[in-house]
C-alpha cells in the first residue's frame, strides 16, 4: 500500500510508519514526488492514502498537494488533520468513493481558548488591565462561572471538551447535538429544535458544530433576539454558522453582551470589518486550537489510524459521507 505523505511529516513520523509496511511516496517542499528515493509520477506513483495535516494545509505546497489529491484516481482514504471537512476538496474526494476521517487533536487547545475567553470576559480582565496600566487601584465586582447556564452547540470532542471544563467550575451544561440520550458531560443533552427554549436562559452559548445547510446562518436574528441579557456567545466552528450582520444589529443593542470570534465568514477577516474595534467583540484568527499539543495528537491518530487501514479495521473519527456531502450545498 503506497501512502501520500509530506516528506517533513514522513521524517517526523518515519519510525512509526515504516513498521506498518506501507511505501511512502514522498511530496517534497518544492513539489517534487519521490519512491525510493526516485523521482516518480502521480499516475505511477498511484497512492492509495494520504495525509494532510498542518504542515500541508498551512505550508508552501498547499495548493500543489490538494491538486494532487484531486488527481490521483487510485486515493482510498485521506486522513485530515482538520476537525472540519466543509472545504471543497472533502466533498469532490468523497463524491468518487474516498473514506475520510478527521482529526480532534486541535479540541484541547478549542476547549480551554472558549473558558479562557469566558473567564475574561466575566473577570472583568480588559478593565482591570487598564486599570493597572493606568497606575489606578480601582477594585471592581465580577461574574463568577460557577451556577451559570452553557448550551454547547455541537457535541462532538471539542463540544465535550468545553463541556467537561465548565463543568468543573460548577456551569450547567446543556449539550445541543443529532443523536440524543445522557452523556456524562451534560446535564442535558437536546436537539436544536430546542433552542428557543434554551436560549433565555443560558449564560453562555458556544458554537463548536460543523457547517451545514443545516446549521448554515443557525444564529440569525430571532436565534440573537432569544438570548438573555448579560450573555456571552463563543464561536470556534465556522463563520457561516453566524449571520454576521444580524449579530452586529445585535450587539449593538447590548444583547448578547460580548462575543468571542474565532472563525469568520470571509477570512483574514477584513481590514474595514466593524468586528475589529466593537467594544463588545473579542477575536482571534482562525487559530483557538494551535497549540503545542496538537501536531503530536493529530500525528498519533494518523499513525493508529494507518495501521488500523493496512490492517482492515474500522477507521477512527471517519466522516459519515452523507454529512460531507450536504455540505456542498
Known amino acids: ?36 528515493g526516485q523521482p516518480v509520477s502521480l499516475e505511477d506513483a498511484a497512492p492509495e ?25 487510485s486515493l482510498k482514504w485521506l486522513q485530515s488533520g482538520a ?23 486541535q479540541a484541547v487547545g478549542m476547549a480551554e481558548y472558549v473558558i479562557a475567553g469566558v473567564l475574561d470576559h466575566l473577570g472583568r480582565w480588559p478593565e482591570r488591565r487598564a486599570a493597572q496600566a493606568a497606575r489606578e487601584w480601582k477594585r471592581m465586582q465580577v461574574r463568577e462561572i460557577m451556577d451559570t447556564h452553557w448550551v454547547v452547540i455541537g457535541f462532538g470532542a471539542i463540544g465535550e471538551g468545553v463541556a467537561r471544563r465548565a463543568k468543573a467550575f460548577g456551569a450547567r451544561v446543556v449539550g445541543v447535538r443529532r443523536s440524543q440520550g445522557s452523556h456524562p458531560c451534560a446535564d442535558e443533552i437536546a436537539a436544536l429544535a430546542d433552542l428557543p427554549r434554551l436560549l433565555p436562559r443560558a449564560d453562555v452559548v458556544v458554537l463548536a458544530c460543523p457547517l451545514t445547510p443545516e446549521t448554515r446562518h443557525l444564529v440569525d436574528a430571532e436565534f440573537l433576539a432569544t438570548m438573555r441579557p448579560g ?27 460580548h462575543v468571542l470570534l474565532d472563525v469568520f465568514e470571509t477570512e483574514p477577516l477584513p481590514a474595514d470589518s ?24 493529530n500525528d498519533e491518530l494518523f499513525v493508529e489510524n494507518l495501521g488500523r487501514y493496512v490492517r482492515g479495521e474500522p ?10 456531502l450536504a455540505g456542498e450545498g
Open 83 to 105: 476537525a472540519g471537512f466543509d472545504h471543497p476538496i472533502f466533498s469532490q474526494l468523497v463524491a468518487r468513493g474516498v473514506r475520510l476521517t478527521t482529526s480532534h487533536g
Open 49 to 73: 492514502a494520504a495525509w494532510a495535516n498542518a504542515d500541508v494545509w498551512f505550508g508552501p505546497v498547499a495548493r500543489d498537494y490538494s491538486v494532487s489529491l484531486l488527481k490521483a484516481p
Open 1 to 36: 500500500m503506497r501512502l501520500l505523505i509530506y516528506e517533513p511529516s514522513f521524517r517526523r513520523l518515519q519510525g512509526s510508519i515504516s513498521p506498518l509496511g506501507v511505501e511512502p511516496v514522498l511530496f517534497s517542499e518544492t513539489g517534487e514526488l519521490t519512491l525510493d
Open 315 to 324: 477507521l477512527l473519527n471517519e466522516a459519515d459521507p452523507k454529512d460531507v
Open 274 to 297: 466593524p468586528f475589529w474595534a466593537h467594544p463588545r467583540v473579542s477575536l482571534t484568527p482562525h487559530n483557538s486550537g494551535a497549540t503545542e499539543g496538537q501536531g503530536g495528537r
Open 231 to 257: 450573555s456571552v456567545l463563543v464561536n470556534v466552528g465556522r463563520g457561516g454558522l453566524v449571520d454576521e450582520p444580524a449579530l452586529l444589529a445585535a450587539l449593538d443593542r447590548g444583547v448578547p453582551e
